[in-house]
């Protein structure tokens, strides 16, 4: 099952985002991965992941938080 990430700014200009409760907050990470089951499903910048997302799960999600 997917969750709606959190974004922590980490040193040297990295972005981290954890599954947390606010999506809103995404759109300033460099780079955004979705996981299900302990793999990765999709990763790319924010606003490509968002306006295009590639797999259901990504899209489902998506869905329930935006």
């Not at 990430?5 to 980490?10: D, G, N």
């Not at 955004?32 to 910048?45: C, H, N, Q, S, T």
């Amino acid at each position: 099952m997917l969750a709606p990430v959190h974004v922590k700014k980490m040193e040297k200009g990295r972005t981290e985002a954890l599954a947390k409760e606010r999506i809103g907050k995404v759109g300033l990470a460099d780079k955004v991965v979705f996981m299900a089951d302990g793999r990765i499903l999709e990763e790319g910048k924010p606003e490509e992941i968002f306006s295009n997302p590639k797999t259901p799960e990504a899209r489902q999600f998506l869905r329930s938080v935006l």
